[in-house]
């Protein structure tokens, strides 16, 4: 007979940081996509950022979520943009994806991106594109929940790119 499952106290840190730090490395053992959400801000300037936050939701609604840290510079944008777009990093997007992840620089700067629903920009190479409406979004601890509603969705054949134990991978057959 199978006992019930019982739930176990997390281990005690010895601070704060070593809490964070063990929950990262924890979290890191699960492998995602690699993500650059993109939207319009309110002035109509093109934003976007690296995620890996990014999962489905629902089939029936469409739904996908992402989530964005309180302390971003880009959250209040975000909040107010009628859309965005989710765009599927490729294996060899690396570099878009580190462009993506730094702050005050133009991220968009020399790229051949094309307009979206809502205006959200859909960058070149990815591997597959969700545009989608804001639809919601949920208080969620130190970062705050959106949640798209598909409007439309391409993919292409090309491998993504993965990232795991803090490291981009490549996936092998």
């Given at each position: ?22 929950l ?13 959400v993109?939207?319009?801000?309110p ?10 936050s ?6 029936d609604?469409p ?14 944008a ?29 991220k ?12 959200a ?31 439309s ?21």
């Amino acid at each position: 007979m199978n006992k019930p499952y019982e739930p176990q106290p997390v281990s005690p840190w010895s601070s704060a940081e070593d809490g964070h730090r063990a929950l990262r490395d924890t979290l890191g053992a699960f492998a995602t996509g690699v993500t650059v959400v993109t939207a319009l801000d309110p002035d109509g300037r093109a934003i976007g950022l690296t995620v890996n936050s990014f999962n489905t939701v629902s089939l029936d609604p469409p739904l996908v979520l992402w989530s964005l840290s309180l302390a971003s510079p880009n959250l209040e944008a975000f909040r107010r943009a009628s859309h965005f777009a989710v765009n599927v990093l490729a294996a060899d997007q690396q570099a878009l994806s580190e462009r993506f992840a730094q702050r005050n620089s133009d991220k968009f700067a020399g790229l051949d991106w094309r307009e979206g629903r809502g205006g959200a920009p859909l960058l070149p190479g990815c591997c597959a594109i969700l545009e989608c409406r804001n639809e919601a979004q949920h208080a969620g601890g130190d970062h705050l929940i959106f949640i798209g509603r598909v409007e439309s969705c391409s993919r292409s054949d090309r491998a993504p790119l993965v990232f795991h134990g803090g490291r981009y991978r490549a996936l092998r057959d």
